[in-house]
């Protein structure tokens, strides 16, 4: 909603310069010097939350969040069971996803793939045992 600044108000940065806005974001006045916006048509913003914006949208288009990571870590709990398939499932999905954790914030949660595959790796051997002892009682 494009809200003209009320009477009298003056900008927030520029005290001596009539506000021509309020702020689509913080509410703050801003002068038409100071007024960023998307688009022509769109509603003005201040400098300050103009930066907040462009810094809050460019980490979402580079990361896909950490998705992957947790997957990779309920995997590695699934892998504990005795099933060859869920381990080399598992084992790739904690390397592809310790691998593309190379910036935040799912460099954060690196500690999920890593925890994953010491899991699968627990796994690997309860399944080498599992096949061993069955072969053995045969
Ligand atoms: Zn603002
Ligand atoms: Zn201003």
Same mark, same amino acid.
């Given at each position: 909603?494009? &809200?003209?600044?009320?009477? *009298? ?7 001596? =310069? /009539?506000? /021509?806005? =309020? ?8 002068? +038409? ?28 288009? =580079?990361?896909?969040?950490? *998705?992957?990571? &947790?997957? #990779?870590?309920?995997? *590695? ?19 592809? /996803?310790?691998?593309? /954790? ?6 954060? +949660? ?17 399944? #080498? ?10």
């Amino acid at each position: 909603m494009v &809200t003209p600044a009320p009477e *009298g108000a003056l900008c927030r940065d520029h005290p001596t =310069v /009539a506000a /021509a806005w =309020v702020c689509g974001r913080c509410g703050s006045f801003l002068c +038409v010097t100071c007024e960023r916006r998307t688009r022509p048509d769109a509603v003005p913003m201040c400098p300050a939350c103009w930066d907040l914006r462009g810094r809050s949208v460019a980490p979402q288009t =580079v990361s896909s969040g950490t *998705g992957l990571q &947790t997957a #990779a870590l309920v995997l *590695g709990c699934i892998a504990l069971l005795p099933v060859p398939v869920l381990q080399i499932i598992s084992v790739v999905v904690n390397v592809v /996803a310790l691998v593309k /954790a190379k910036h935040p914030p799912a460099r954060n +949660v690196r500690w999920r793939p890593i925890t994953g595959l010491a899991l699968t790796g627990v796994g690997l051997v309860i399944t #080498a045992l599992v096949f061993s002892g069955a072969v053995f009682d045969s």
